[in-house]
């Protein structure tokens, strides 16, 4: 397993963690819990070191599970969490002002409520879980951080970037006072390389990269006829002609890259070969993907010519509107 610096935080992360809004059950159905327990002690016993939760997933559920396996185990595990819009709309609206949604008491409300789920002292990394520009220079989210952190609730904030906006975030992170981003970067949205992550490099703020199979379109496993349990995030995600577009996407991708490639594989790897990137975070409720993506990370970087085929295979379009 290779490691790598979150930031300025001193967190030395596994380059692969653990995305965990699927174990929180709600929006993403079928899942056990015996097997997300199987897969997050399987994944800490292989050299993941990072999780990424959020009070949202599961109304608590993520964090509670998360909790129990990160007190269970003697290793050092870092916990990510995130306070969830007040208002409950993702992402951020434009004109709606943090009064509504990141109060100062709110947040640290919220803190302390993930605290009580995950069963820990402190929380590792607390990010807002939407950001909106126009919060820039509000004090409720620059007292509730620092207030947390004084006290010790809290050791590292972040921000979590509207869906495929990653410049939204470019005057928070100029500002010196957010630790991580956590953004959108797959194959098939590669904008955040253009301004985010040379920026990030340069101001030393670490980089989860999220959702990085697409929710799924990036394992190949999506075709038109594809099914999901009635009521799960991705019937909404994938609705209307969509698993066509995917799948026709997916199928130029892997002629592209020829025989024998495996699509999850490249996709993973794809993450980690930009060195802005400090930990990608699929979601992997069971053991059998947790032991393959885990694998990957010896394997490192792909080769250039990997990625200048990959560069041709970004779609700009936005499925979580
Ligand atoms: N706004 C936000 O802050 C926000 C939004 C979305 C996500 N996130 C974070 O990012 C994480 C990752 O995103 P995500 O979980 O939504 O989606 P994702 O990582 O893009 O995709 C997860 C899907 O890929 C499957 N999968 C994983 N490894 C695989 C493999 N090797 N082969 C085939 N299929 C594989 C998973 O299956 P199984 O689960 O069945 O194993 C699951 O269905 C989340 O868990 C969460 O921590 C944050």
Redesign the pocket.
């Known amino acids: 397993m290779v490691y790598r610096k979150l930031g300025r935080t001193g967190y030395s992360v596994s380059d692969i963690g653990?995305?965990?809004?699927?174990?929180g059950g709600k929006q993403?159905l079928?899942?056990e819990d015996t097997e997300s327990l199987r897969?997050l002690h399987r994944a800490i016993e292989l050299g993941l070191n990072f999780?990424?939760?959020?009070l949202a997933?599961g109304d608590g559920h993520?964090e509670r599970l998360v909790g129990q396996v990160v007190r269970q185990t003697g290793h050092k595990i870092y916990v990510a969490t995130?306070v969830p819009p007040k208002n409950r709309l993702?992402?951020a609206r434009v004109g709606v002002g943090i009064e509504e949604v990141f109060p100062f008491h709110y947040i640290v409300e919220c803190a302390e409520q993930s605290l009580r789920n995950l069963g820990t002292e402190t929380i590792d990394l607390l990010?807002l879980?939407?950001w909106n520009p126009e919060w820039i220079h509000r004090d409720e989210w620059r007292r509730a951080f620092r207030d947390l952190k004084r006290a010790g609730k809290v050791r590292a904030v972040g921000v979590?970037?509207?869906?495929h906006d990653p410049d939204s975030a470019l005057e928070l992170v100029r500002s010196g006072l957010i630790d991580t981003v956590?953004v959108?970067y797959?194959i098939f949205d590669q904008t955040p390389e253009t301004n985010l992550f040379p920026l990030c490099h340069r101001e030393n703020v670490g980089v989860?990269a999220?959702?990085?199979?697409?929710?799924?379109?990036?394992?190949?496993?999506i075709q038109p006829d594809t099914t999901f349990p009635a009521g799960d995030?991705?019937e909404w995600y994938f609705r209307g002609d969509r698993k066509n577009q995917v799948a026709e996407r997916v199928a130029a991708l892997l002629r592209d890259l020829g025989e024998g490639v495996?699509?999850?594989?490249t996709?993973?790897r794809f993450c980690i070969s930009n060195s802005a990137v400090s930990s990608v975070?699929?979601?992997?409720?069971?053991v059998?993907?947790?032991e393959?993506?885990l694998a990957l990370s010896d394997q490192g970087p792909l080769p250039a010519e990997v990625l200048a085929v990959l560069k041709r295979h970004a779609w700009n379009r936005n499925f979580y509107s």
């Open positions: 653990y995305g965990a809004w699927g174990i993403w079928g899942g897969a999780i990424d939760t959020a997933y993520s995130k993702w992402p990010q879980h939407v979590s970037i509207n869906d956590q959108i797959n989860l999220r959702v990085p199979l697409d929710e799924g379109s990036l394992t190949g496993h995030f991705r495996s699509l999850p594989e996709a993973l975070i699929p979601g992997m409720r069971g059998r993907h947790v393959s993506n």
